[in-house]
T-cell receptor, first 119, second 114 residues
Framework: AQTVTQSQPEMSVQEAETVTLSCTYDTSENNYYLFWYKQPPSRQMILVIRQEAYKQQNATENRFSVNFQKAAKSFSLKISDSQLGDTAMYFCAFMKQAAGGTSYGKLTFGQGTILTVHP | KAGVTQTPRYLIKTRGQQVTLSCSPISGHRSVSWYQQTPGQGLQFLFEYFSETQRNKGNFPGRFSGRQFSNSRSEMNVSTLELGDSALYLC?????????????FGEGSRLTVL
């Protein structure tokens, strides 16, 4: 079984600054995906960034980037130039890559980190 | 393209009753997953359906069940409701190929059990 741990229940950052959210995971699988999802207050969860375990290069999406350390089973999210709209609960999540490259919809989530961006 | 639609958005039930929640996936998506979100337990996987077949199941009692129709719409049912079933129930869909692993979530159905 997989476990995902987010050790920071809450974080805060000033607008325009940089913040890093931590995530560690435990698995015996070799092929998997890692994700950061964002859940704004009372709004739907959306994907922030995705990383495939076989790729050594860290994923980036505009102001969002990850530091993926496969051996250490660490997957942190860096948000640069923080904006007020980044205020949300952030979830780190793991998905096993099933046979044939497909996945069967099962995400294992961490407990989440509430990020507040202050003006 | 319309997103994942869940109905109803809010509902209140009493202990012992049953409830059915509905989810319409993004057009073309054939995989539908269900998650329970509570403050204490966080986000937990309930089950996943693909082409009307349950492919994956989480660790929930048999009171939690689901099904998927030929148009990929899915329903989940909780029978004999308990206070602890109060939660936000999220539905997510993904593309047929599933090669990206990305799930697209609905806004959820918030169930309160009194």
């Amino acid at each position: 079984a997989q476990t995902v741990t987010q050790s920071q229940p809450e974080m805060s950052v000033q607008e325009a600054e940089t913040v890093t959210l931590s995530c560690t995971y435990d698995t015996s699988e070799n092929n998997y995906y890692l994700f950061w999802y964002k859940q704004p207050p009372s709004r739907q969860m959306i994907l922030v960034i995705r990383q495939e375990a076989y790729k050594q290069q860290n994923a980036t999406e505009n102001r969002f980037s990850v530091n993926f350390q496969k051996a250490a089973k660490s997957f942190s999210l860096k948000i640069s130039d923080s904006q007020l709209g980044d205020t949300a609960m952030y979830f780190c999540a793991f998905m096993k890559q099933a046979a044939g490259g497909t996945s069967y919809g099962k995400l294992t989530f961490g407990q989440g980190t509430i990020l507040t961006v202050h003006p | 393209k319309a997103g994942v639609t869940q109905t109803p958005r809010y509902l209140i039930k009493t202990r012992g009753q049953q409830v059915t929640l509905s989810c319409s996936p993004i057009s073309g998506h054939r995989s539908v997953s269900w998650y329970q979100q509570t403050p204490g337990q966080g986000l937990q996987f309930l089950f996943e359906y693909f082409s009307e077949t349950q492919r994956n199941k989480g660790n929930f009692p048999g009171r939690f069940s689901g099904r998927q129709f030929s148009n990929s719409r899915s329903e989940m049912n909780v029978s004999t409701l308990e206070l602890g079933d109060s939660a936000l129930y999220l539905c997510a869909s993904s593309s047929t190929s599933g090669t990206t692993g990305e799930l697209f979530f609905g806004e959820g159905s918030r169930l309160t059990v009194l």
